[in-house]
């Protein structure tokens, strides 16, 4: 009996979990009606081919291994199991679809622009063998398509207009946890598996990560049953929830002071539908409680804000082609790009920060603001573009749709426009760590600085800088920009870029040649980038 049931296949991509997992339960419920008919086979896809050129660090590595490894036991105490096939998705369905009799395959539904791509291609060949397929939109609280139909076809691109729009929709629930499939369904074992008993076992970590020494400590380690814990243990205070302001949440505090859920909700180990209902139901029992944008659930809708902006612009990670990033003629210098990216700007706060990222994988909110504020606007006038490339590499929840979001945010180059607040790489990191425990952590050449001078060490005289066991252009670096001069340099600059922008948007580009000259070289190389005249695309 066992061979002729037909497949019913769960492809895991994001939304490595078990619970809230509409498209899984979706083959769990059908398998459960018809045990005889079928069989369910929840699978991940693993293409080798991409651990050598991927932008994915040794921790997201290892916290994709654990997310996987977790899975399959969560699986496995529902009486299934994760098949890991190797292979790229369009050349390993085909045969799947024969093997196995694949009579439905489900899958969550992604936005990033090469998953749609493949996901169509994917819809082709199951179509051409026969197979139904039917898809969930579960890694986001709402449908970004549903947000985007209800705002005439554009994505709001205000945080309010955003809001405005989703108080009006109803709260899809997130669903009950998922029953075990009865006894005796398992599939039978297909002839790959006769042959090699652990071919669709789980990636082993040594399999994962080709740089172990790039590990770092594993802080936060992946997987469902770590994010429902840490989402329990963050949940715990409920009036810390009730309170949270994110804006008096401290960057440099030595233990996290936010929730640090964002990796589990990147992989999807964690539904963020569970989490907003769980925070609503606390909410409801502390009626006096802080609100969005600042709240907890303000966090989660800034999430889902940057994912209905992303869903309409599939070049919303570039600079060119993005109908809502201004066109800024940043700089290429790459001694400084790759000083920031290894935390040796020799701004002490801006290096303990891009040294926590790398080390650990995540880094607070505005620990991001002040490092991408110093590399773009602020200080080094490098494309948010390149800033991008370093997060997806060591961010734990490095996210398209956030992280290109943010970038442009922290940019200047959309959604927020503020240029002329730019975040001192010194004065910044004081307000919530004056004695510098922070940059003694991440900066351990400096922890004999005393704290008067930690963030600025190139105050310390000569002789008190070999007295603290630290020369300056010896054991740390001198400062690569002198803060105090460029950012203002720089606010001119985007001051010109904005104002081409303007004009360029608003139709006016027949600038005259001579009023260009009189505007000097600024506004010049504004306007050529601003028209797309000189800029050259990098990928
Ligand atoms: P909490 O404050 O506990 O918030 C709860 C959840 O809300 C987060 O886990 C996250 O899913 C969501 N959230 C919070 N802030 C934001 C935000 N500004 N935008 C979108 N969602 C938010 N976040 C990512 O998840 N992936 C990224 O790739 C990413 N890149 C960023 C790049 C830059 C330059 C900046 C400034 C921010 C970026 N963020 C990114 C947003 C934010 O910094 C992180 O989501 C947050 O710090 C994660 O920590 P947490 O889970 O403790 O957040």
Redesign the pocket.
């Known amino acids: 009996m066992g061979t002729q049931r037909k497949s019913l296949v769960h492809w895991f991509r994001k939304g490595l979990r078990v619970h809230d997992n509409p498209a899984l339960s979706e083959t769990f419920k059908v398998a459960r009606d018809s045990p005889d008919e079928f069989c369910v086979r929840p699978i991940f896809i693993l293409d080798p081919g991409i651990l050598d050129w991927m932008q994915v660090g040794a921790n997201r590595w290892r916290f994709l291994q654990q997310s996987l490894a977790d899975l399959d036991l969560q699986l496995r105490k529902l009486n299934s199991r994760l098949y890991v096939v190797r292979g790229k998705p369009i050349e390993v369905f085909p045969q799947l679809f024969e093997r196995w009799h694949v009579h439905l395959l489900t899958y969550e539904t992604d936005i990033e622009p090469y998953a749609v791509t493949r996901d169509a291609t994917v819809q082709k060949l199951a179509a051409a063998a026969g197979v139904k397929v039917d898809t969930h939109c579960s890694h986001t609280i709402y449908n970004p398509e549903l947000i985007i139909a209800r705002n005439m076809g554009k994505a709001p691109v205000t945080y309010q207009k955003f809001l405005s729009i989703v108080e009006k929709l109803k709260l899809p629930k997130a669903l009950d946890v998922l029953p075990r499939l009865p006894d005796g369904m398992q599939p039978v074992k297909d002839a790959n598996e006769v042959n090699d008993t652990k071919v669709y076992d789980c990636p082993t970590l040594e399999q994962l990560v080709k740089r172990p020494e790039e590990l770092g400590d594993n802080k936060f380690p992946g997987g469902e049953t770590e994010a429902l814990r840490r989402m329990e243990a963050s949940l715990d205070d409920e009036v810390w929830v009730a309170k949270f302001e994110?804006p008096n949440t401290a960057p440099n505090s030595l233990e996290?002071s936010?929730?640090?859920?964002?990796p589990y909700?990147?992989f999807g180990c964690l539904s963020a539908r569970l989490l907003h209902r769980r925070l609503q139901d606390i909410l409801a029992r502390h009626p006096k409680h802080s609100k969005p944008p600042v709240s907890?659930v303000g966090?989660?809708m800034?999430?889902e804000f940057?994912y209905t902006a992303a869903a309409a612009d599939p070049n919303f990670d570039r600079m060119l082609g993005n109908a809502y990033s201004l066109q800024i003629p940043w700089q290429e210098n790459s001694d400084h790009l790759e000083a920031w990216a290894h935390g040796r700007t020799g701004y002490p706060f801006i290096d303990a920060i891009m040294r926590q990222l790398r080390q650990e994988g995540w880094i607070?909110?505005l620990a991001?603001?002040a490092v991408?504020c110093f590399l773009t606007r602020g200080d080094l006038w490098i494309s948010w573009e390149e800033g991008q490339r370093v997060?997806e590499q060591l961010?734990l929840?490095?996210?398209w749709a956030?992280?290109a979001g943010?970038?442009m945010w922290?940019s200047a180059s959309a959604f927020f426009h503020q240029y002329f607040r730019v975040y001192s790489p010194v004065a910044f990191g004081k307000k919530t760590d004056s004695t510098g425990a922070y940059i003694r952590k991440y900066v351990p050449e400096l922890a004999k600085y005393p704290a008067g001078c930690i963030y600025e060490p190139w105050k310390a005289t000569l002789s008190a800088q070999r007295e603290y066991g630290c020369v300056l252009g010896v054991d740390y670096p001198h400062r690569i920009v002198d803060h105090d001069v460029v950012h203002k340099e720089n606010i001119k600059r985007m001051s010109a870029a904005y104002k081409v922008n303007r004009e360029v948007r608003t139709g006016k580009e027949e600038v005259d040649e001579y009023e260009l000259k009189s505007q000097g070289n600024a506004k010049r190389k504004a306007r050529a980038v601003a028209t797309g005249r000189t800029a050259k695309r990098k990928r």
Not at 258 to 262: A, E, I
């Open positions: 994110k996290p936010t929730t640090v859920l964002s909700l990147k907890l966090q989660l800034w999430r940057y607070h909110h991001r603001h991408a997060f961010l929840d490095q996210d956030l992280n943010n970038w922290l």
